[in-house]
């Protein structure tokens, strides 16, 4: 979604700009813009890429400026509605992120008193806000303009000929990098991690003051010292590597992901204190709330606690359950989400802490609103993600969920045992599937040429079906549904035939017969059928017209090495139809709007 850069320095602020945004590109986004401070306020922007604006713009001096990627929500892409917008004497300019909910009502007032509006955003009342009320301290103004909006922000301001940026933030992110003699800001770390680690977290209500050598918060009207934080994540991992995709890259990541995930967990294990809500699972029911591929990760982990833990577990679609009318009983929250700003699993946790509930965040991103929000948080270690399409984070999630039941589990001490040698095992079965990615890409040539497909699963690998489509409809562009194998009689054998490939995930556990059973059927109603299944079943080989072998792991495990293949195959069918894999069409990596 929408991202915002700001720059302070000694440096020209226009290629800077525009690299800091070039590194916001994977948020998802249709314009962009940028303004600096020279000769008065200088501004450009389009709906076109970082690339094609960087191209045409022309060369502006000036050692500090604002820039923005935009996600249409509030008037369509356009050259108008793009960020940066400005007052009526074009003296201040602001980028913005989230929704002001009362800017109709605002507009009319500022409307009323003689100001001009150009664009149909809700942002562009921001600056003539901050104008009428601007006599000469520009931080004084925002601070007067923000008592006024309701909703939520993240924005940066600049004013013609002054050396500083004004920021603010209430439920959306912002950072400062800190510099040497010049300092950044960012709605998101990877926008500046090349230039610096060193960082602030805005926090909800804070305003700041930022000069090239100094940075200033308030919060309620006071000065405070900031806290300065170290970024963990190195420049190089928010690079491609070599790799043609980052998509790619993060897939090949995982068994290093996976190491580092469980390295943390265990690690932290041994410092938990008595407080920890972790030590409180198995105790009350658990709610797991997520959206998209991380509400698969849930469904994973739904059968993981139940199995392991014997403790019911729901999971919800955090933007349904917000239109919840009761929240029954006092359930221990896990909330899970890779970017920790997603609007309607933020919402949802609010939700259950204002019930009186208590709530774990499972997160990649350090200081992350949902980290801010969650009675506690257990990061995944999977480094930046920068494809749209989630594919390390979420195996980190289910290594998190994995632990989580394992490390309270009811189940007999020799089980459990199995299984830990099992995990660490983990990363080399991956590698396993990774080295079949010859294969997979045969496959995937021949899906890439359909334009509907099912993905069924039983059990523990339906989730698996649901993730399998998911990725694939997400990159390439192909019509998927995940289904529950059993549930594809009830309606979708309406579609089965040539032209309707079933991908089928096949586990040796007590679903096998069941899934044999359903490949019978739909072999019969001539789909093709593309089958995982574990190295050497004669019988799933048989049957399937393709197989992607994986490595045998316990069916607990299954989802792991299934999902890797499935990340695989749809990365391969989308390169095979020349799709944008990394930034497909009107997605985002963060969804910062409900
Ligand atoms: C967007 C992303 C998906 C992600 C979903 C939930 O749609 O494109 O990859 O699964 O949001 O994001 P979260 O950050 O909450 O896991």
């Known amino acids: 979604m929408c991202g915002i850069v700001g720059y302070i320095g000694e440096r020209r602020a226009q290629p800077v700009l525009l690299g800091c945004l070039r590194k916001l590109e994977y948020r998802g986004y249709d314009s962009c813009g940028i303004a600096v ?238 407080s920890d809500l972790t030590r409180e699972i198995g105790v009350s029911p658990i709610l797991m709330l997520a959206c998209g591929t991380s509400y698969h990760a849930a469904l994973v982990g739904k059968y993981v606690l139940e199995d392991l833990v014997n403790i019911p577990a729901t999971v919800e679609f955090a933007s349904e359950f917000n239109h919840r009318k009761n929240i029954f009983g006092k359930p221990l929250g896990i909330a899970i989400t890779q970017s920790g700003e997603t609007a309607d699993t933020l919402k949802a946790m609010k939700r259950v802490r204002s019930q009186g509930g208590r709530v774990i965040a499972v997160t990649n991103v350090v200081g992350s609103t949902a980290s801010r929000i969650a009675n506690q948080t257990i990061y995944t270690r999977a480094g930046p993600e920068i494809s749209v399409a989630a594919t390390k984070t979420f195996i980190a999630q289910l290594m998190i969920l994995y632990w989580l039941a394992m490390s309270n589990s009811k189940a007999d001490s020799r089980r459990i045992a199995s299984l830990l040698l099992e995990l660490r095992q983990l990363p080399n079965r991956v590698q396993q599937v990774l080295d079949n990615e010859g294969i997979i890409a045969g496959h995937a040539k021949f899906l890439s040429r359909y334009e509907h497909a099912f993905f069924i699963g039983r059990g523990i690998n339906y989730p698996v079906a649901l993730e399998g489509a998911l990725k694939l409809k997400e990159v390439s562009y192909i019509h998927a549904e995940g289904y529950p194998a059993g549930e594809t009689k009830h309606g979708p054998f309406a579609l089965l035939g040539r032209e309707t490939p079933v991908i089928a995930a096949v586990s040796r556990d007590d679903t096998y017969e069941a899934m044999m059973t359903s490949m019978k059927e739909i072999k019969a109603r001539s789909s093709p059928v593309i089958a995982l299944s574990e190295d050497g079943d004669g019988a799933v080989e048989e049957l399937a017209d393709f197989v992607i072998p994986v490595p045998h792991v316990d069916c607990i495990f299954s989802p792991v090495v299934n999902c890797v293949a499935l990340q695989l195959l749809a990365y391969y069918a989308a390169r095979e139809r020349g799709c944008p894999i990394d930034f497909p069409r009107n997605l985002a990596k963060s969804v910062t709007v409900e």
């Open 37 to 274: 401070t020279a000769d008065g306020l200088q501004v450009y922007k389009d709906a076109v890429r970082v690339e094609a604006l960087a191209k045409s713009a022309p060369q502006f001096g000036g050692t500090v400026g604002i820039g923005h990627t935009r996600w249409a929500t509030h008037g369509g892409p356009s050259k108008i509605n793009a960020h940066p917008h400005l007052d009526c004497a074009g003296r201040i300019a602001v980028v913005h992120n989230g929704v002001i909910t009362n800017f109709r009502e605002l507009r009319r007032k500022l409307a009323a008193e003689g100001h001009i509006f150009l664009s149909e955003t809700d942002t562009e009342v921001i600056p003539h806000l901050i104008e009428k009320y601007d006599t000469g301290d520009l931080e004084a103004a925002v601070v007067a303009a923000l008592r006024e909006i309701e909703g939520s922000y993240a924005i940066v301001v600049m004013k013609a000929g002054e050396a500083r940026l004004v920021v603010a933030r209430k439920d959306s992110p912002l950072v400062i990098g800190i510099g040497d003699r010049e300092n950044f800001i960012a709605s998101d770390v990877p926008a500046f991690l090349e230039h610096t680690g060193r960082v602030i977290y805005l926090e909800d209500g804070q305003t700041g003051s930022i000069t090239r050598s100094g940075i200033r918060i308030n919060s309620g009207g006071r000065e405070i010292a900031p806290k300065e934080d170290k970024v963990l994540w190195s420049a190089n991992e928010a690079q491609k590597g070599g790799y043609d995709h980052f998509m790619l890259k993060e897939i090949h990541e995982q068994p290093r992901v996976i190491r580092n995930t469980l390295a943390e967990f265990t690690q932290a294990e041994e410092t938990a204190s008595g």
